[in-house]
């Protein structure tokens, strides 16, 4: 079993109101100029509401660049390679959500620039770790790109996405629960490496969502600094493991299988939630606890509220383990079948009994 792999880290973390004004500072320390060149990787609405702070802080950089991306897919990370391509930045800086940081991971790794990760939303892990998820090939793919050089976390921000947003960042730290469970589980079973710092620095990151549940749940900016501060533990945590284990098992099968099935219905991180409280029952944890934290920091626990039907939750659950055949989880190598998925899916709660 070989058990070498590099750990990848970022070389500046910085979190709190205003961090935003420390780019400048961040840049320096990477030793850029202010002629070398930036390229901005965010989106439209992010940059219509924030681009301003951008360019306020970089007023004296003379070579910027943008690109506004429309959707988190292989097709849209390319079209920005190409632009990046032409303009040869230095600097990559992925200023937005998710789907803005990824690509941003993504095209620096394919120009072999320089990533700052400049969240605006604290919906998941990626603005911390050196994975990026994207769309194509049919499904969600998930891939190694670069390690950001720098996080910076402006907590004035983030607390001010919309709630939904922060507590899908919850829903993606609570999941970590059963990402160890799973990551455990292989090694026993199947001989996986395991690293046991790395998934204690996973599970502490949900622990601290758990003890902080009422405060994210209002979106306090408190609530908020300490879900940020779960966030980059996670992505530092997958960067130790060298890969998304610590941060990703059966939970988020059933969350990508769920968005395949019904694209951009609900976050992500609400996806990952409803996936935890189904994947603890399998593991024979406490679920009912998981679901009571759920329902604190103000997430659905089940799909009442929610734009999607019992039948496309069983279908998520029955196809759940084909989207990684290479990942084991508790969903085993042939899944679920449909009455099982039925039985777990009821018995939980998540569709109507």
Known sequence: ?????????????????????????????????????????????VWRKLGYLIDTVLEKYKNVERYEVQSSTLTEAENVYREVEHYKPR????????????????????????????????????????????????????????????????????????????????????????????????HKLKGEYYGEYAAQLALLSARHVIRYATEIGRGSKEGVRVLVEGLVSSGVAMGIAGSTRPASGSEHLFAHALEMLVPNRIAHGEQVALGTIMMMSLHGGDWRKVRKTIVKLGLPASIDSLPISSDQVIEALVIAHRLRPERYTILGETGLTRDAAEKLARSTGVIPS
Do not use: C, Q
């Not at 880290?9 to 109101?17: A, F, N, Q, T």
């Not at 205003?18 to 930036?38: F, Q, W």
């Not at 891939?143 to 507590?167: C, E, G, Q, W, Y």
């Open 1 to 45: 079993m070989d058990l070498l792999h590099s750990i990848e880290l970022p070389s500046r973390i910085i979190i709190g109101d205003n961090a935003i004004n420390s780019l400048p500072d961040v840049l320096k320390s990477a030793k850029i100029s202010e002629t070398n060149g930036l390229f901005i990787v965010t989106g439209p609405n």
């Open 91 to 186: 600097v990559i800086i992925g200023f937005g959500g998710g789907k803005s940081i990824d690509i941003a991971k993504y095209v620096a790794y394919r120009s072999k620039s320089i990533l700052i990760s400049v969240p605006t939303s604290p919906s998941h892990d990626g603005i911390a770790s050196p994975f990026a998820s994207l769309r194509g090939y049919e499904k969600p793919y998930s891939m190694k790109t670069v390690r950001p050089f720098a996080i910076i976390a402006d907590v004035n921000i983030l607390s001010k996405a919309p709630p939904h947003l922060i507590r899908a960042g919850a829903g993606d730290l609570i999941g970590k629960l059963t990402a160890v469970r799973d990551w455990i589980l292989a």
